[in-house]
């Protein structure tokens, strides 16, 4: 991973990936307050992890368990799409373009 590597809700990496698949451009937009120049690369990214019960249990955590006893649980709230993938990213005063 490299400079420009960007974290964002799960789903965004797979997003990438099949926008690099079929050759059409990927820009993520992002407010300058959440660009941390001092991240040298997306493996620096502590990514938040949120609780199994958001998983395991219905209503967002709140309700019952719906999830069998014992069974393992990760639930990141974000992943990291490498620079590679993204075109360009655009915020409320410059575009960052990527190569």
Not at 53 to 80: C, R, T, Y
Request: glycine share 8%; with cysteine; charged share 20%.
């Amino acid at each position: 991973m490299n400079a420009g590597d960007t974290a964002n809700k799960i789903g965004t990496y797979n997003l990438a990936v099949c926008a690099k698949h079929h050759r059409i451009p990927f820009y993520v937009a992002s407010p300058l307050t959440s660009i941390d120049l001092s991240v040298k690369s997306g493996e620096e990214i502590v990514i938040e992890e949120r609780s199994p019960k958001e998983l395991m249990n219905s209503h967002g955590g709140l309700g019952e368990q719906i999830a069998a006893s014992g069974v393992s649980v990760w639930n990141p709230a974000f992943d990291v799409t490498p620079a590679s993938l993204i075109s360009g990213i655009f915020t409320e005063k410059v575009e960052f373009l990527i190569f």
